[in-house]
Every structure is written in C-alpha cells, then in structure tokens.
Antibody
Framework: EVQLVESGGGLVQPGGSLRLSCAASGFTFSSYWMNWVRQAPGKGLEWVASIRQDGGEKYYEDSVKGRFTISRDNARNALYLQMNSLRVEDTAVYYC?????????????WGQGTLVTVSS | DIQMTQSPSSLSASLGDRVTITCRASQSINNRLNWYQHKPGKAPKLLITAASTLQSGVPSKFSGSGSGTDFTLTISSLQPEDFATYYCQQSYITPPLFGQGTKVEIK
C-alpha cells in the first residue's frame, strides 16, 4: 500500500525556518517525481515545488524561489522541503504527493498534510 | 504560465442531481488535465487524468471530457460522499497550476 506521511510542521515566527519531511513507503520511491502542494486557510490547492527521481531537476513556484529548497534521499525513501525566510502568507497545510509515471503526471497519491503556521 | 479557470466557484445540488464543472485553460494543454476531489481534513484524491481517464477505484459516476482549452467534470448522480471541493490541474507545462476549485454543497 502506498503511503506518504508528512512531518515537521509547526508554529514559526516570520523570517524563521522549518524543514518538512515526507516518509514514503509501498512503492519504489526512486522511480517517481515527487512534489509539494499547499493549501492556505480558506484557499485552494497551490503547487509549491517538484523534484525529479534522481534529484537532478527541481522546479519552484515563483513566490518560494530562493527561500524554499526541495530535496530527496532515495536511500531513506524521504522527501524534504527546507523553508527559510518564512512569511505569514506561507501559512498552509503542506502536502507531499507522488507524480504518476503514466506520462500524464497526475498527483496520484497524497499524504495527509502537515500544518505550517507563520505568525508572531 | 497557463492559468486555469473553473466555473462555477460553488454550487448547491440535491442528492441524485447531475453536476457539471467546467475548467478552462488560458492556452491549449492538449489533454493534460487532471481532476481532484478534496474533502476537509483529508488528502486530495486524484479522480481523472488525461482529461477523461478514470483512476483505478474511482466510481464510473465520475466522467471527464474535453481537449485543448475547455474541459468538464461530470458527476452523474450526486451522493452524500460526493460533497467536496473539486480542482482541475494542468500537467502540460511547469508550473502545474490548479484551478481555484469548485465547492459542491448540499441544497
């Protein structure tokens, strides 16, 4: 059974840092693109970042470029999101999601999410 | 960036109703369109990829159609478990933007 479990969320002050983790199981993690998607309170889903199977290609949403870093450890079946210079508007539930290998790139499995609150 | 516009943003419907949600892309995305269902406190669920391909395990009351810039998601007979927010997402190019969502509520 495919499972994605996020952790690392919490309350942080503006300008602070946080590192999110996503533990993957039930599939060959190293064979899939992965990404982070967030949902701010009362808002819709927003793509944040994606990473290729070997970590050699990464993409970011414009508002997080230069502040967030997506990475992965295929030996540990883990996905990460290092978030620096956090802003109030980064407050959201952050989901990790697998990108399917069919060529259509649907996000076919999601974790339950971890809440990040940026507030003074 | 390719912008995705859903309509309506919300709708009220009764059990058994047929519901249609529309998604429009700001430029052609061929059939690179995915639909998700999201319930509060739950993980989003992928319903349809490639505009019309139902994911394994998704009931056939859900269907998708369209190509190019205009797409629809149809729920043939609304049931209690279908009340949720539905999102389209293009997977043609990065950034893979989502529509703003359509909240389906009970009338």
């Amino acid at each position: 059974e495919v499972q994605l479990v996020e952790s690392g969320g919490g309350l942080v002050q503006p300008g602070g840092s946080l590192r999110l983790s996503c533990a993957a199981s039930g599939f060959t993690f190293s064979s899939y693109w992965m990404n982070w998607v967030r949902q701010a309170p009362g808002k819709g889903l927003e793509w944040v970042a994606s990473i290729r199977q070997d970590g050699g290609e990464k993409y970011y949403e414009d508002s997080v470029k230069g502040r967030f870093t997506i990475s992965r450890d295929n030996a540990r079946n883990a996905l990460y999101l290092q978030m620096n210079s956090l802003r109030v508007e980064d407050t959201a539930v952050y989901y990790c999601a697998r990108i399917d290998n069919s060529g259509h790139y649907g996000r076919d499995y999601w974790g339950q999410g971890t809440l990040v609150t940026v507030s003074s | 960036d390719i912008q995705m516009t859903q309509s309506p943003s919300s709708l009220s419907a009764s059990l058994g109703d047929r519901v249609t949600i529309t998604c429009r892309a700001s430029q052609s995305i061929n059939n690179r369109l995915n639909w998700y269902q999201h319930k509060p406190g739950k993980a989003p669920k992928l319903l349809i990829t490639a505009a019309s391909t139902l994911q394994s395990g998704v009931p056939s009351k859900f269907s998708g159609s369209g190509s190019g810039t205009d797409f629809t998601l149809t729920i043939s007979s609304l049931q209690p478990e279908d009340f949720a927010t539905y999102y389209c997402q293009q997977s043609y190019i990065t950034p893979p933007l989502f529509g703003q969502g359509t909240k389906v509520e009970i009338k």
